[in-house]
């Protein structure tokens, strides 16, 4: 088992194309099966913290097509699920600048579309227009967050608490700035919650690991923990030749 700890789930968005942050509806349909008959508790992204063992599930950006192929299955399961919006670029599409070759063009969820999910998704904030905060002056960056948090609270009548980093990019500075506006704040570390963690450096696992030999029902079997953490390290390794070489990677993939 995966020693009792919690999973932080990432999803992008579910469409077919392979990108690197596409999950096929089909296989989303799959793992929520898994989960619903797994018994493994199924938690707001709070209260997960507390209780070893279960998992939670995000989404970052905001993509439209979570409307048709993820809400059904999660109120169908009473799942609640965290989306991480980019408040200025709601009703667009992602097209900042910046954004990962291969990435698909596609629509995100309107205002009023936000406005009409259910009361077991919540909306937390991606920052307004989805920069790497780190490479931002301090002032640059609390403006990202909170242009984000007034604009989401004011649109959907809803208090915003949550954050995620674009790409998953923090420093101690970040996240110093992070903890002026919000409770909690997830980034994109891959391992599993551990025993002692900082509500402001949440690490999630990404489901693009889950397309080889990794699944979410190996996740919590020894072996899925123990590749889970060799690809931890390989992506630290990657990561650290990355920073030498260049920008921050994409998507924290
Ligand atoms: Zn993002």
Redesign the pocket.
């Known amino acids: 088992m995966s020693g009792g700890w919690s999973a932080i789930l990432t999803y992008?968005s579910l469409d077919d194309s392979g990108s690197v942050i596409s999950t096929p509806p089909s296989q989303f349909q799959r793992q929520m099966e898994f989960l619903a008959s797994s018994g493994i508790p199924v938690l707001p992204l709070d209260q997960a913290l507390d209780c070893p063992g279960s998992v939670a599930i995000t989404f970052?950006?905001g993509f439209r097509n979570i409307l048709d192929e993820a809400l059904p299955a999660l109120e169908r399961h009473r799942f609640p699920a965290t989306i991480?919006v980019?408040s200025g670029y709601c009703g667009r599409r992602n097209n900042w600048p910046g954004q990962g070759a291969g990435t698909p063009s596609l629509p995100w969820m309107s205002w009023p579309e936000l406005a009409g999910l259910p009361a077991l998704i919540s909306v937390g904030a991606?920052t307004a227009t989805?920069p790497n905060l780190m490479l931002l002056p301090a002032s640059e960056c609390e403006r990202e967050m909170s242009e984000c948090q007034t604009r989401i609270e004011q649109s959907l009548g809803r208090p915003v608490r949550w954050l995620?980093y674009?790409?998953g990019a923090s420093s101690p500075e970040v996240r110093s700035l992070a903890g002026q506006h919000f409770d909690l704040a997830v980034g994109t570390v891959l391992r599993f919650l551990p025993a002692q963690w900082n509500p402001l450096d949440l690490p999630r696992i990404d489901t693009y690991y889950f397309r080889g030999w990794l699944s979410l029902e190996r996740l919590f079997t020894r072996p899925g923990g123990l590749y889970l953490g060799a690809r931890r390290l390989l992506r630290e390794a990657r990561s650290s030749v990355r920073r030498w070489r260049g920008p921050a990677p994409e998507?924290g993939v």
């Open positions: 992008h970052d950006d991480f980019v991606h989805h995620a674009p790409y998507y």
